[in-house]
């Protein structure tokens, strides 16, 4: 695809998930909130639909892995000690010009001028470090001893948290904690839809272990994270992994692969697999005075563990998700003539609908009534969807275009005329090839719900 093919697709599905409902500006009508995103009616789904996997893939299936849930509000000490208060920052220039604030690493140059993209001035200032973190204020009073931060990653909980975690787990090296939860950055220059935001989530796995299994881990997180994408439905072939050359690494770290995912404004990080040593618990150990040492209770050797982290983020997942699923291609319309069918090939199992339901006519009280029955009947096991506006052709599309990926139809065999053998079965309709079968109410749940797990 060209770029300006890249640009148009951009544009389509960022209008797609306004129009449909998946992802709408903050505060939209007062101006907007720049870099600050909600999530409609079906991204909600998506979003619960990742994050629901994810803990069941890295926690609820493991033995070695258990969860948290830590605080939003930090202490300005945990930050201090992770180098959060000292070093997390972007170096930032300011246009004399429009005044617009830059990052300095995604200027343009012209003829080796740097140039500001807004304005194409180029009387810049020098760069200076700009902290990402947000602050707050605790309690009434104002002074320095009350500033709190809004954590700019999850994983810092996981390490203050460590000994309390192993006290209650009891668990043995390597075991793993696992949060997800908001993260708050501000970024100097949010772009590309949801994909830099200023708040946004994590799906984080702290995984600690013996010094001499990191790099073995590191390798096996690696390609565990990578067959996760592969089974939420993102193409193995737009998915790409770096290898971070070391001198781009953090300095504690012994090993770092980002995977990256294709997207229409191109190649960017999805996930970040880190070997960041013993690192983040030396550092709160050093600060805090308190062990968060391990007990080898065979060996008998006391240490610091070191940890392997997968870092993930929600709302690019999603973002992967949506751009991944994104298709187009032709369909009959009512009379037969081919027409541009809009269709998300959302992999079942992260469909924010997993089955609408149609009665073929809505004037007709004994169709409905056999909808309403079968919405009843798949509801608990499924998100479902009553539909019973317009021609039946336009709602599928409107399914398709959300990629619902199966359609029940109940029609006048549903309700035994056209045949005793036919009554109580229904056309199942698959999305993507959008062919029809004919199956009895009574299978419904299993056959479905075998498909969307
Ligand atoms: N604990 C390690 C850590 O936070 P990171 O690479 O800074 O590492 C991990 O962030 C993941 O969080 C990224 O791969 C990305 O998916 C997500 N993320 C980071 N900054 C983001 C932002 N401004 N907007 C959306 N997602 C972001």
């Known amino acids: 695809m060209t770029g300006k093919e890249n640009a148009q697709r951009m544009e389509k599905i960022v209008s797609l998930c306004k129009r449909r409902g998946f992802i709408f500006q903050s505060s939209e009508i007062y101006g907007g909130l720049n870099g ?38 930090t202490h300005p000490a945990v930050l201090k000690a992770s180098g959060h208060v000292d070093t997390f920052t972007d170096p930032m220039v ?34 200076r470090p700009f902290n990402l973190m947000f602050q707050t204020q605790m309690g009434a009073s104002a002074d320095p001893a009350s500033i709190a931060y809004l954590r700019p990653e ?67 997180w690696l390609k565990e994270r990578i067959r996760f994408y592969e089974e939420i439905g993102i193409s193995r072939k737009r998915l790409h992994v770096l290898d971070v050359p070391e001198k781009e690494r953090a300095f504690y770290s012994k090993g770092t692969f980002d995977i990256e995912y294709e997207f229409p404004f191109g190649r960017q990080e999805l996930e970040g697999v880190a070997y960041r040593t013993d690192y983040d618990l030396r ?111 336009r709602r599928y599309r409107r399914q398709d275009e959300i990629g619902t990926p199966f359609g029940v139809t109940i029609d006048f065999e549903t309700l035994g005329e056209k045949g005793e053998e036919l009554r109580d079965t229904v056309t199942l309709r698959d999305r993507d090839s959008m062919k029809q079968e004919r199956v009895a109410i009574k299978d419904l749940p299993q056959l479905i719900s075998s498909k969307i797990r």
């Open 36 to 73: 600050v995103w909600d999530y409609g009616p079906l991204g909600t789904e998506l979003k619960n639909n990742l994050k629901q996997y994810w803990w069941q893939v890295m926690v609820r299936e493991r033995d070695d892995v258990v969860g948290l849930d830590g605080a939003i509000l």
């Open 94 to 127: 300011d246009c004399r010009t429009c005044k617009a604030r830059l990052r300095a690493d995604q200027l343009a140059e012209k003829n080796g001028v740097r140039q500001c993209p807004n304005c194409g001035g180029k009387d810049l200032t020098g760069a």
């Open 154 to 220: 999850t994983a810092q909980s996981i390490f203050v948290q460590f000994k309390n975690v192993l006290d209650v787990s009891r668990k043995k090296l390597p075991f793993g904690i696992a949060q997800i939860g908001k993260a708050f950055r501000n970024e100097i220059n949010p772009r590309n839809f949801t994909f830099r935001s200023r708040e946004f989530e994590q799906m984080e796995l702290e995984y600690f272990c013996r010094p001499e299994q990191g790099m073995d881990l590191l390798a096996y």
């Open 283 to 393: 550092q709160h150990i050093k600060a805090s005075g308190k062990s968060l040492d391990y007990f080898d209770d065979e060996t008998k050797e006391r240490f610091v563990p070191h940890v392997v982290e997968p870092s993930a983020g929600v709302d690019r997942t999603v973002l992967a998700l949506i751009c991944d699923a994104y298709d187009e291609d032709s369909a009959p319309d009512e009379k037969g003539k081919m027409e541009t069918r809009v269709v998300m090939r959302f992999h079942p199992r992260m469909a924010p609908i997993k089955c609408a339901i149609f009665p073929l006519l809505r004037n007709k009280e004994a169709l409905v009534a056999k909808a309403r029955e079968v919405q009843a009947l798949l509801r608990p096991h499924m998100n479902v969807f009553y539909d019973e506006g317009g021609a039946i052709g």
